[in-house]
Nanobody, 122 residues
Framework: VQLQASGGGLVQTGGSLRLSCAVP???????IGWFRQAPGKEREGISC????????YYADPVKGRVTISRDGANGSVYLQMNDLKPEDTAVYSC?????????????????WGQGTLVTVSS
């Protein structure tokens, strides 16, 4: 089972995007993490949410500009991104893990699908 990320696109500096991650019911009890990988850089975790939605984490580069949410009714996890900067340009992916915490180790997440490209122009 792969998690599908969508909602990326081209936006100007200061703009906003909302990314969506379609989560199948079989993964309802998993935490969901959002990761990004910029050209020439390693994949980094930027935000995660627990299965209940009660625990959320934001990495320092996006804190204050990003909000993660989870809709259990339709099985989606959203990442609202505001005040986007050129350094936010990357492929954004979502994946499932057992816990949501500040570690966000890539190897501890599974069910990776194709990501969605976010490009922020200056």
């Amino acid at each position: 089972v792969q998690l599908q990320a969508s909602g990326g696109g081209l936006v100007q500096t200061g703009g906003s995007l909302r990314l969506s991650c379609a989560v199948p019911s079989s993964l309802d009890y998993y935490a969901i993490g959002w990761f990004r990988q910029a050209p020439g850089k390693e994949r980094e975790g930027i935000s995660c949410i627990s299965s209940s939605g009660g625990t959320k984490y934001y990495a320092d580069p996006v804190k204050g500009r990003v909000t993660i949410s989870r809709d259990g009714a339709n099985g989606s996890v959203y990442l609202q991104m505001n005040d986007l900067k050129p350094e936010d340009t990357a492929v954004y992916s979502c994946a499932a893990g057992l816990f949501c915490n500040a570690r966000m180790v890539v190897a501890e997440y599974e069910n990776w699908g194709q990501g969605t490209l976010v490009t922020v122009s200056s």
